[in-house]
């Protein structure tokens, strides 16, 4: 049997869209929907997902949204309530830039 080896945050380097990936996340393809929740389960992650478009200051999401460019690196996602989060992935989606957000459940 394989020792599990849990992620742990690192350093969030964004490219230059503003676009991150965690290093040691497996990559996943969009329809691998069942993958991704064994994933987090075998590390024990809860995971929360933040959406630049209801981000709290409306103006950077209108800012986005007005500009049509790609580019969302100064958008800086809410991070949850409570301790511990850390950054997996910034990436876009149908509805603009996600943040997905992970702690130790």
């Not at 993958?35 to 809860?46: F, I, M, P, R």
């Not at 986005?64 to 690196?73: L, N, V």
């Amino acid at each position: 049997m394989n020792e599990v080896i849990y992620i742990q945050p690192v350093n969030v380097l964004r490219d230059e869209h503003g676009m991150f990936a965690h290093p040691d996340m497996p990559e996943f393809d969009e329809d691998d929907g069942e993958k991704v929740k064994t994933w987090v389960a075998e590390q024990g992650l809860e995971v929360k997902m933040v959406e630049l478009e209801y981000h709290s200051d409306e103006a950077i999401s209108e800012r986005y949204f007005e500009a049509g460019d790609p580019d969302c690196s100064y958008w800086e996602p809410d991070r949850p309530d409570g301790e511990g989060w850390f950054c997996l992935a910034i990436h876009d989606t149908d509805n603009g830039p996600v943040c997905w957000w992970a702690r130790r459940a």
